[in-house]
């Protein structure tokens, strides 16, 4: 089963883009897994095979009492050699307690095979997946640094701003677009802008980690000020916009 699950969820020599997608796949091939144990009711079906184990206990139990009650057999013979036989109303819940007792053991069968081991494969695959996950965040941090440094690289190459600026409108279909502006907090519409932290104009770089998805208003009033001057300008919440840049992966 190990040497299965490291070969099926090894690290590809991938595109960071397709390591990306892999991610977002097994993400979700995780959430399908905790949904169908939640949905099976594992707890509820292990508490329902308790009850029939503990019913067909109590059937045994019964049947056996049941036996004991006998009477006499018919006819001359039988009654000189004191034979007994089961009464014929005991018989009667007898053979009703060893039909129930079928229809018992087939739950219980099917309870064992098909939820407990069930639930068993889908914590197993999801630890499993959730390592993979791990391997592919690392492998994903290291080909994004790689990157993060291809594109300094190139930023310090640019002679101009205006260079950078065309690196930057390059470097802007890479981020990923965050649902609220850091900086106010209102949700971002399809107007949003692509906002250098820290500005072009005073040598920030068009880098990832320099650019994040703003508000068209932020964006316009922050012009080629600073972050603290921005912050300390329009009197804004210093530590809410740090902890939301913090959360997006900038540097600030």
């Given at each position: 089963?190990?040497?299965?699950?490291?070969?099926?969820?090894?690290?590809?020599?991938?595109?960071?883009?397709t390591l990306k997608k892999k991610r977002e796949q097994t993400l979700a091939e995780i959430a399908k897994l905790e949904s169908e144990i939640t949905v099976s009711n594992i707890p509820m079906k292990l508490a329902e095979?308790?009850?029939?184990?503990?019913?067909e206990s109590e059937n045994y139990s019964?049947?056996?009492k049941l036996k004991l009650q006998?009477?006499?057999k018919t006819g001359l013979i039988n009654r000189l050699l004191l034979e007994n036989e089961i009464k014929p109303e005991a018989l009667k819940e007898i053979n009703r307690?060893?039909?129930?007792?079928i229809t018992l053991r087939t739950k219980i069968r099917t309870l064992e095979s098909l939820k407990i081991k069930k639930q068993s494969y889908n914590s197993d695959s999801i630890k499993y997946k959730q390592e993979f996950i791990e391997k592919l965040d690392a492998r994903i941090t290291f080909l994004e640094?790689?990157?993060d440094k291809l594109d300094?690289?190139?930023?310090?190459?640019?002679?101009?701003?205006l260079e950078r600026r065309v690196i930057g409108d390059t470097i802007k279909r890479k981020i990923p677009k965050n649902s609220e502006c850091p900086y106010c907090g209102i949700a971002i519409t399809s107007t949003a802008h692509a906002d250098h932290i820290y500005p072009i104009s005073r040598g920030g770089e068009s880098v990832?980690?320099?650019m994040v998805y703003v508000c068209s208003s932020c964006n316009l009033k922050k012009k080629d000020y600073t972050l603290n001057q921005f912050i300390d300008k329009f009197n804004l919440d210093r530590d809410a916009i740090f902890g939301k840049l913090k959360s997006l992966k900038k540097d600030y």
């Open positions: 089963m190990k040497n299965y699950y490291k070969s099926k969820f090894s690290i590809p020599k991938s595109t960071l883009p095979l308790e009850s029939l184990e503990k019913k019964k049947i056996s006998k009477q006499p307690l060893e039909q129930e007792q640094s790689k990157k300094s690289l190139k930023n310090k190459a640019a002679k101009t701003s990832v980690k320099n």
